[in-house]
Nanobody, 124 residues
């Protein structure tokens, strides 16, 4: 079992930066693949980035590649999403998710645990 709490969202101007943090509790965190997803009203949840349990393998959506960086610190039970060069189309609720297995995946149905989300709003 893994419990997840996101933080770090907010309002930022286009071109700005934010760093999202996901604090995890539970013994399984260090062996779990982790992901970030986002969702806007009326739309399906969208994959953003994922990282494997060791922090060695990462996957990014094409729309964020080169601007977002996912990382993890298993000693601190945290996963970070560093976002730079933010665009208005990045506006969404961002969710942290954990898998029951260690590798990184980009489909939301492969994640068993979800946080409550944090709002990111990018103004033009």
């Amino acid at each position: 079992q893994v419990q997840l709490v996101e933080s770090g969202g907010g309002l930022v101007q286009a071109g700005g930066s934010l760093r999202l943090s996901c604090a995890a509790s539970g013994r399984a965190f260090s062996s779990s693949g982790m992901g970030w997803f986002r969702q806007t009203p009326g739309n399906e949840r969208e994959f953003v980035a994922a990282i494997d349990w060791r922090g060695r393998d990462t996957i990014y959506a094409d729309s964020v590649k080169g601007r977002f960086t996912i990382s993890r610190d298993n000693a601190k039970n945290t996963v970070l999403l560093q976002m730079i060069g933010l665009k208005p189309e990045d506006t969404a609720v961002y969710y942290c998710a954990a898998r029951q297995y260690g590798n990184a995946r980009l489909h939301d149905d492969e994640y068993a645990y979800w946080g409550q989300g944090t709002q990111v709003t990018v103004s033009s």
